[in-house]
Antibody
Framework: QITLKESGPTLVKPTQTLTLTCTFS??????????VGWIRQPPGKALEWLAL???????RYSPSLKSRLTITKDTSKNQVVLTMTNMDPVDTATYYC????????????WGQGTLVTVSS | QSALTQPASVSGSPGQSITISCTGT?????????VSWYQQHPGKAPKLMIY???KRPSGVSNRFSGSKSGNTASLTISGLQAEDEADYYC???????????FGTGTKVTVL
């Protein structure tokens, strides 16, 4: 059974750096074809893909946010960490992590999401 | 990379069929058969409904089907039920530099 759970601060101040952790179980990020992605959703708005990290440590970022994002993995801890610098109120959103199947190109298992509010 | 374009809302009566379109470009939907669809109920995480344009994950009702023509992908829900009322998002692979792009989302209302 695959499960994922996001954790991190619920409130950050403008200009601060956000660090989110995705802790998962039921799969290994050292298995070929596996990835973990981050997707966010501002309140009442659409989903937006942010970043992906693959089993082979290949990393992909949204072109519009690439300069602000870093994604890393700790295979031994079954965790993926996303950092986003220079947070702004427009970054207020629910942030999801999801299991990604490289061959199918889909996000087949999702965490419950964590709401991050950016406000002074 | 712009979001894929979906109609803001689609509605239908119970038992009817509805189709949601997802229009991209030749750089994403038109170039790859890696289109997926997600259902999201209020306050819940998205759920994968269709992958690789037309394949259904185990456990997803066969009332959900997907297709693609050119730069436009479509999700059809047949035999509409009250539980299908939700937001639906498409997603496409867009090449190695962009990777993935989601659609603008469609709210499905069961009348």
């Amino acid at each position: 059974q695959i499960t994922l759970k996001e954790s991190g601060p619920t409130l950050v101040k403008p200009t601060q750096t956000l660090t989110l952790t995705c802790t998962f179980s039921g799969f290994s990020l050292s298995t070929s074809g596996v990835g973990v992605g981050w997707i966010r959703q501002p309140p009442g708005k659409a989903l937006e893909w942010l970043a992906l990290i693959y089993w082979n440590d290949d990393k992909r970022y949204s072109p519009s946010l690439k300069s602000r994002l870093t994604i890393t993995k700790d295979t031994s801890k079954n965790q993926v960490v996303l950092t986003m610098t220079n947070m702004d109120p427009v970054d207020t959103a629910t942030y999801y992590c999801a299991h990604h199947d490289y061959s199918n190109g889909d996000f087949d298992y999702w965490g419950q999401g964590t709401l991050v509010t950016v406000s002074s | 990379q712009s979001a894929l374009t979906q109609p803001a809302s689609v509605s239908g009566s119970p038992g009817q069929s509805i189709t949601i379109s997802c229009t991209g470009t030749s750089s994403d939907v038109g170039s790859y058969n890696l289109v997926s669809w997600y259902q999201q109920h209020p306050g819940k995480a998205p759920k994968l409904m269709i992958y690789e344009v037309s394949k259904r994950p185990s456990g997803v009702s066969n009332r959900f089907s997907g297709s693609k023509s050119g730069n436009t992908a479509s999700l059809t829900i047949s035999g509409l039920q009250a539980e299908d009322e939700a937001d639906y998002y498409c997603c496409s692979y867009a090449g190695s530099s962009t990777s993935y792009v989601f659609g603008t989302g469609t709210k499905v209302t069961v009348l």
